[in-house]
């Protein structure tokens, strides 16, 4: 494996890689060379088996400046020792080094150099292959910024924001050019964003002064010129020039360098240099609004006063001219009034002012005559304040010069119904629908449980055409065809009238008659994707009956009859979850898939345990077929105590373990039961046994478990048989479109279309063009079937408490149960047979080893935790080799050498209950951009979770334990609290940062590990939730189900009298429990959630 | 006095005439945190001027007693309306560079591409001070020594006749403080040269330097904004990662394409020659927008491998 970085320099690119399985062998250190950098032939050898051959490509090398560690003291070391990337720390698993030691080195790197002609082709291809992992090679995080940048450049050649240029070079020659035109306002912005995010590692070349721009300008150049160059001269521009003499006609000696393959300017050098100054003040025009200060021309269009029946075809409309300070356009001082204004005398002071604004006037009027010659004609007067244009003109003027005007930094006011969708032809849609559903196998109407046909349910439908919002017939758009005009009043409103438009509309009505069609279909059309109005906008969809409560969607409390909570639920339902519940009771009844996507901590599962004691009260237990939760291994416990709790009178049968019934057994126990609660993984083991039950429903918990669409479990839970399905998840789905169909696909199967359908009709617009035109299509056509309420919506946000405290009871994996157990026999074995001190120490390292054991197997065996190898005595040292005992590692109690490299195993969070959890949630809040504190009593399990958070997430946390100088711990403080994005996870030690700091940028605080004491804990907790904290806090505390995490924190619960006697007091009071005690308190108890993964 | 000659002194109101439409102190932070482009100037004239006339000209100031403020190449000229009927009329004159300082100077402001990219979007940046002091020339880009001796610069006078500064030269230093924060390319005018006419050397100059690199093409502004990128050395806890701002690009929408856009703000060529370089420009402008669509939807030809 590979991560394959990118540089600029001298007009290529160079590709230079770092080699995973080098670094692990050898980090020590090095000479001037990369220490782990890959060969030209091995960077080779992993890039064309996936982005195609590298011909042409040559072997080179570059000078980079990389951030280096200080050399390790005491080993005679003079050089300091290369560090990983991100990337590759990430894959290695390293924990930062202090950041305040590092320096930059120059470094050598062999590089494969790319010729300028397969720059395009590599990025690109490097685009293409961005989200899909291969076992070769991974790319640096800024390949991501360079695919950005040729983006960039792609686009302005696709907007025709391209300029032809002359350089003049060093050597006194001179060359054409195609280049971004870069200076108008968009563009700039965009700009100065490319240049700002341009990560350090892609300006550190050597000798260099490490400035963005000069790369950036050269890169866009270079890509630019390519490609307008490449067309040009495969379609023979060169040709067109052919009969003019560049000695004598300058635009052809001109044209010379920039039509062809050679970019060289041929003619003599004065002449030459005429054709760098003229250009120069041709482009200079494009520069003008910029460079000119002061006020900005200002056109407003008019609409003429007609009275209501006048079609307004030969009406006279005015533009009128003003000027308006580009900082403040709100205050206009129009033409005529200027013109009016007395001047000499009377007018004292500002006369002169006045002076000064006419003639600012009349300069921009010439400025803009040069884009709109028809405004000579205005010019022509002494005082020109305004002109009249007819209704052609005004629509030309609108459509045409209006788009070219604004970029040329003008203003024009247009009337405001202008460009607006409905002031053009467009077609709507009618779908007819009862207030009921139909319902499947019967015309009762779901009274015995029977649900509606969901999708396929048939629907009647017409199309409409409307000009503005009026509904027009054929008639009167065969009489508005006649007339030919552009702009037309109609019913007092204006409407652009496009020739086009009106062929197409009346095309379209005498095809399109109506009738029934099903539901998805209907839906699919409403939102222009299928079956389609020709050229037509669909400007929507209007519906009777079940069909409109279904599009109202998300507007649950309006349209929906909102269902009370089922009186077995043992709780309380906040009011948004009551919304929630009625609205999953609507779409269950219809048939219908539903995805609800709420925030993290908002109750997606007390919502769907509402839902199934709803349906039971409704109809009765015996006639409704059982649930099927499939869940990540991670949150089952946590799915059975909820059960547990808020319905206890559900009948829950969990699906796992060795020992799992099967086949006829198995689906005799689901029909007795009403949920079974299952893990993905026995979903596609069991594939067949699921099969052959009739569920009422399926339901997937952490529904993006199922987001790469091509796989065995997702084929699996799609082909269960079930009369509905419910996807819950915490991601925002809506803006991942991979996961987006995965789970519709899931819930309304069909739906979407195809995943390459999708991904050609949405993905691709969506991500590539950032179309907004096609990503509102879609959002509208998933809103019927997605609910998301975020915990900052104000209909939430009302009813949430500013802190929600909740426990993640979390099932051991089988290596931490194997694990836990010996420690126990061993410990009450020994304790038989010892007594006094002896006694007291086993004890207390039994419950360290047991507390290490729940955090994760690596934690308690100490395995993989390296320090970095000091290689000064030139002995390699494998980084395994290098594993330190990490015994007790409490904070406060050890200190020592930072640890550099973890092992590979140690860093995978499924071999533990807790860590597998903690990345799932972490994943979700980072998607909805939240940002958390998670703290943990041991330092080594920070550092594991540090290495696993980098690897697993790819984001840098911050991590402040007790051997964190002051000076660091305030920079770490400050990073986090700026709350830029770039920092949102902070790992801290329970003792060092459980007290004083001011955490506020933080809405969600993870207690890894417990500490008996919550009042520590809660003062953890107040790092975050603390004045100047405005949004809900959320603090999940971990507990893993069956140990004595579980048993303390039910004593600490349920305040018995023991509790009070052990809070505070640490771990020693369990040293004083007999044998017999001991072994009450910390032997595992079965949950049914053991084994069989 | 007695009281018939108090009556019979010519009638000066207590407060002075109002003036309609003058030049108002506006500034948000009056006179604190004035830039280094007015700062000196405003302050030595602050410190010379009696505490009355600061006060009053400060006043004269607020309400908008400048009547007039001319800024003509070496010298201002105002008014600035007192008590009495008519504005007094103040003549402020600068020292300015002989035209053998001004070569000088134009020479040495166009060896860095950054000070033209800054003067065309009117700024002056503060490395110009020093770079003019380092050529030897005697008088500063800033000036800083008003009075009304021979030597002071500038030489401040009022038709009122008070010592100077007098407080209409107090009020209108404000208005000229505020002006020179907008337009700090000013200083040049007021040693002698108009700020156009500055841009215009400076333009000329660097075109006619044939040896060289050299472009036709203006630099986009952000290019010149150091401020952009920090240094990489800054960047060491954050080395590899793009920063912050390229998830800002990536939200941003796209503007709607308007066709040929650049191609009519050109306008037509003034390069002089026969060819009809327009038309041919939109074709090349056509074929390569398809060339770029193509390029955007690409897919990738090679098979991923994985399941």
Redesign the interface.
Do not use: C
């Given at each position: 494996m590979l991560v394959v970085h990118a540089n600029w320099f001298e007009g290529s690119l160079h590709l230079w890689g770092e080699s995973l399985s080098s670094a692990r062998e050898e980090l020590r250190v090095g000479s001037p060379a990369h220490p782990f950098a890959a060969t030209a032939k091995d960077l080779r050898s992993a890039l064309e088996?996936?982005?195609?051959s590298l011909n042409g490509a040559k072997e080179d090398h570059l000078d980079l400046?990389?951030?280096h560690a200080p050399a390790p003291t005491g080993h005679g070391a003079t050089r300091s020792n290369t560090l990983p990337?991100?990337?590759l720390a990430g894959l290695l698993g390293s924990v930062s080094h202090d950041?305040e030691l590092?320096?930059?080195e120059p470094t050598r790197v062999p590089t494969i150099r790319i010729a300028a002609s397969s720059t395009?082709r590599l990025l690109?291809?490097m685009r293409?292959?961005e989200g899909?992992?291969?076992?070769l090679f991974v790319c640096?995080?800024?390949m991501?910024?360079w695919i950005?940048l040729t983006?960039?450049a792609?686009?302005s050649?696709?907007?025709?924001?391209?300029?032809?240029?002359?350089?003049?070079?060093?050597d006194?020659t001179y060359v054409g050019q195609w280049?971004p035109?870069?200076?108008d306002n968009?563009?700039?912005?965009?700009?100065?964003?490319?240049?700002?995010?341009?990560?350090?590692?892609a300006?550190?070349i050597d000798g260099t002064d490490?400035?963005?721009?000069p790369i950036v300008?050269s890169f866009l150049s270079t890509i630019v010129d390519g490609?307008?160059r490449?067309?040009?001269v495969e379609?023979n521009?060169e040709e067109?020039?052919e009969d003019?003499d560049p000695g004598v006609?300058?635009?052809?000696?001109?044209?010379s360098g920039l039509l062809g393959a050679k970019d060289s300017i041929k003619i003599g050098?004065r002449s030459t240099?005429d054709?760098?100054?003229?250009?120069?003040?041709?482009?200079?025009?494009?520069?003008e609004a910029?460079?000119t200060?002061g006020m900005r021309l200002r056109f407003e269009v008019s609409e003429p006063d007609l009275d209501g029946a006048d079609d307004g075809i030969d009406s006279t409309w005015h533009v009128s001219f003003g000027l308006v300070d580009p900082e403040a356009p709100d205050t206009v001082i129009d033409a005529q009034s200027l013109f009016n204004r007395p001047s000499g005398k009377r007018a004292?002071?500002?006369s002169?002012?006045n002076e000064e604004l006419s003639e600012m006037l009349l300069k921009e009027l010439a400025r803009a005559s040069?884009?709109w010659p028809e405004l000579d004609d205005a010019l022509e007067s002494e005082s020109p304040s305004g002109m009249d244009l007819d209704t052609r003109q005004v629509y030309q003027f609108m459509r045409d010069l209006r788009?070219?005007l604004l970029?040329?930094g003008f203003f024009v006011e247009v009337p405001e119904w202008w460009g607006e969708s409905a002031s053009r032809i467009n077609a709507n849609l009618l779908i007819d629908s009862p207030e009921e559903p139909p319902m499947a196998g019967d015309a009762g109407g779901g009274s015995n449980g029977s649900l509606g046909l969901g999708l396929q349910s048939l629907v009647g439908y017409r199309w409409q055409v409307a000009l503005g919002t009026q509904t027009v017939s054929v008639e009167m758009l065969e009489k508005l065809a006649q007339k030919g005009a552009p702009l037309v009043r109609i019913g007092g409103q204006w409407v652009d009238l496009r020739p086009e438009d009106i062929d197409s509309a009346l095309k379209f009505l005498k095809s399109h008659p109506g009738g029934t069609m099903t539901l998805v279909e209907a839906l699919r059309m409403a939102n222009g994707i299928d079956g389609p109005p020709e050229a037509l906008p669909v400007s929507g969809v209007q519906a009777t009956g079940w069909v409109r409560q279904l599009l109202s969607g998300n507007d649950v409390s309006e349209s929906f009859q909102m269902t009370s909570a089922p009186e077995s639920f043992r709780g309380i339902l906040r009011p948004y979850q009551l919304s929630g519940l009625s609205w999953l009771v609507f779409l269950d009844r219809l048939g219908l898939g539903a995805c609800l996507a709420d925030d993290m901590g908002l109750g997606k599962t007390i919502q769907l345990i509402a839902l199934l004691q709803h349906e039971r009260s409704k109809i009765g237990a015996a006639q409704i077929g059982p649930s099927l939760l499939v869940t990540p291994m991670s949150v089952m416990g946590n799915w059975k105590r909820e059960l547990t709790r808020f319905a206890p009178e559900l009948k829950v049968h969990i699906q796992h373990g060795l020992d799992r019934p099967a086949g006829e057994r198995f689906s005799q126990i689901a029909m007795d039961s009403d949920v079974v609660l299952t893990t993905y993984a026995i979903v596609v083991r069991d594939k067949e046994t699921m099969q052959a039950v009739p569920w009422r429903r399926v339901v997937l918990d952490e529904a993006q478990y199922i987001k790469n669409p091509?796989?065995k479990q997702t084929a699996a839970i799609r082909s269960i048989n079930t009369q509905s399905r419910i996807a819950l998840t915490g991601t925002p789905v809506e803006n991942r479109l991979a996961e987006l169909w995965s789970i519709l696909e899931f819930c309304c199967p069909g739906y979407l279309g195809t995943n390459q359908d999708f991904r050609r009709r949405f993905a691709?617009p969506i991500e590539?063009?950032?179309?907004?035109k096609t990503a509102e299509r879609l959002r509208s056509l998933v809103r019927p079937f997605i609910l998301r309420r975020l915990k900052t919506d104000l209909t939430v946000i009302s009813d949430l408490p500013p802190l929600v405290e909740s426990r993640q009871h979390i099932v051991l994996t089988d290596e931490q149960m194997r694990l836990y157990e010996e420690v126990v026999a061993d410990m009450l074995q020994k304790v038989d047979q010892t007594d006094g001190i002896r006694r007291r120490g086993l004890v207390l390292s039994a419950l360290v080893k047991l507390k290490q054991i729940c955090n994760h197997p690596a934690h308690y065996l100490g395995e993989g935790i390296a320090t970095r190898p000091a290689g000064s005595n030139g002995k390699k040292k494998s980084v395994a080799a290098a594993a330190v005992e990490v015994a007790e590692d409490i904070e406060g109690e050890s200190s020592g050498e930072h640890p550099l490299v973890l092992s590979p195993d140690s860093l995978i969070p499924g071999r533990s209950g807790k860590t597998q959890r903690l990345m799932e949630m972490l994943e979700e809040l980072l998607a909805a951009g939240d940002c958390a504190l998670i703290f943990t009593q041991y330092r080594q399990m920070g550092h594991l979770l540090v290495g696993m958070i980098r690897q697993i997430l790819d984001v840098?946390p911050l991590f402040l334990h007790g051997g964190t100088p002051q000076a660091k711990r305030d920079t770490l403080v400050e990073r986090f609290q700026k709350g830029?994005?770039?920092t949102p996870i902070f790992v801290l030690s329970l003792k060092a940062g459980g007290v004083g700091l001011n955490l506020t940028a933080a809405n969600h605080v993870f207690h890894f590990d417990r500490w008996w004491n919550p009042a520590v804990e809660n003062q953890a907790t107040d790092r975050a939730f603390r004045i100047g904290q405005t949004r809900t806090v959320n603090v999940h505390k971990y507990i893993c189900t069956g140990t004595l995490e579980e048993r303390i924190d039910q004593m600490i619960e349920q305040k018995t009298e023991l509790a009070t006697n052990i809070i505070g007091a640490g771990d020693a009071w369990l040293t004083e429990l007999s044998t017999g005690q001991l072994r009450d308190m910390l032997s595992l108890r079965k949950t049914g959630l053991e084994g069989g993964e | 006095m007695t009281q018939w000659q108090e009556q019979n002194k010519p009638r000066q109101p207590e407060n002075p005439r109002r003036v309609i439409g003058g030049f108002k102190f506006k500034r948000k932070n009056g006179i604190e945190d004035l830039p280094w482009t007015a700062d000196p100037l405003f302050r030595a004239t602050l410190t010379s001027a009696t505490s009355d006339a600061v006060e009053e000209g400060h006043s004269y100031a607020l309400t908008g007693q400048t009547v007039t403020l001319l800024a003509a190449p070496g010298k201002i000229i105002s008014s600035v309306q007192g008590r009495s009927s008519r504005p007094y009329q103040l003549e402020i004159a600068f020292a300015t560079w002989t035209p053998e300082e001004w070569d000088q100077i134009i020479a040495a402001l166009c060896t860095e591409a950054v000070f033209a990219a800054k003067f065309l979007v009117g700024e002056l940046p503060p490395a110009v001070g020093p770079l003019i002091a380092s050529l030897g020339i005697r008088t500063p880009l800033v000036p800083m020594k008003p009075g009304s001796k021979s030597n002071s610069d500038p030489i401040l006078k009022c038709s009122c006749g008070a010592t100077q500064p007098c407080k209409h030269v107090v009020a209108m230093m404000h208005i000229l403080a505020e002006r020179l924060e907008d337009e700090p390319l000013l200083l040049f005018q007021l040693r002698g040269m108009p700020v156009a006419r500055v841009l215009e050397r400076i333009h000329e100059k660097r075109t006619l330097s044939t040896r060289g690199e050299n472009q036709a093409h203006p630099v986009p502004p952000s290019a010149s904004d150091q401020t952009l990128t920090t240094p990489i050395e800054n960047l060491l806890h954050d080395f590899w990662r793009p920063g912050r701002r390229l998830h800002d690009l990536e939200a941003r929408a796209i503007a709607t394409h308007t066709p040929h856009a650049l191609l009519r703000r050109l306008g037509a060529s003034p390069l002089g020659g026969r060819f009809p370089l327009v038309g041919l420009f939109a074709t090349i402008y056509d074929t390569a927008r398809t060339r770029g669509i193509a390029l955007r939807d690409s897919e990738s030809t090679i098979k991923p491998n994985g399941d």
């Open positions: 088996p996936i982005i195609g400046l990389l951030p990337s991100s990337r950041e590092r320096t930059l395009i690109l291809e293409n292959i899909t992992p291969n076992d640096a995080h800024s991501h910024w950005a983006k960039f792609i686009d050649v696709i907007d025709q924001r391209v300029i032809p240029t002359v350089l003049q070079r060093r006194g280049r035109w870069l200076n968009d563009a700039d912005i965009q700009l100065a964003d490319l240049l700002a995010s341009m990560p350090a590692s300006r550190a490490g400035q963005a721009w300008d490609i307008v490449s067309v040009l379609e521009f067109s020039i003019f006609d300058s635009h052809a000696a001109w044209l050098r240099f054709v760098l100054r003229d250009t120069r003040g041709w482009l200079g025009v494009l520069d910029r460079v200060t004292g002071a500002n002169a002012r040069r884009i788009p070219v970029e040329a091509p796989t691709a590539r063009n950032r179309d907004q840098e830029d994005g770039t | -």
